[in-house]
């Protein structure tokens, strides 16, 4: 059973500091692209950052410079270190675990983190 178990989430002042976690089970972590995503109420689910198995990152242009996405294999777990926090980030955040074979695409989704940014 694929399990993915965000942490880290809570309430931050503008400017504040969060690291999330997203504890994976279930699978062989290290071959999977790790990615995370959030959504604001009414708006669509987005990509915030990704790593690859290789360790490349990819980020949103609006978190760029301010969030980091990694990984530690040995812990099957990878993190999201968001600073410089703002009203905008305000979202539940979701951790993505996505492998793409030949054969398919294996996909899976944690269930959410809040993360709440206000004075």
């Known amino acids: 059973q694929v399990q993915l178990v965000e942490s880290g989430g809570g309430l931050v002042q503008p400017g504040g500091s969060l690291r999330l976690s997203c504890a994976a089970s279930g699978i062989s972590f290290r071959v999977y692209t790790m990615g995370w995503y959030r959504q604001a109420p009414g708006k669509q689910r987005e990509l915030v950052a990704a790593i690859t198995s290789g360790g490349n990152t990819n980020y949103a242009d609006s978190v760029k410079g301010r969030f980091t996405i990694s990984r530690d294999n040995a812990k099957n777990t990878a993190y999201l270190q968001m600073n410089s926090l703002k009203y905008e980030d305000t979202a539940v955040y979701y951790c993505?675990?996505?492998?793409?074979?030949?054969?398919?695409?294996?996909?899976?989704w944690g269930q959410g983190t809040q993360v709440t940014v206000s004075s």
């Open positions: 993505n675990a996505k492998r793409t074979l030949v054969v398919g695409t294996s996909n899976y």
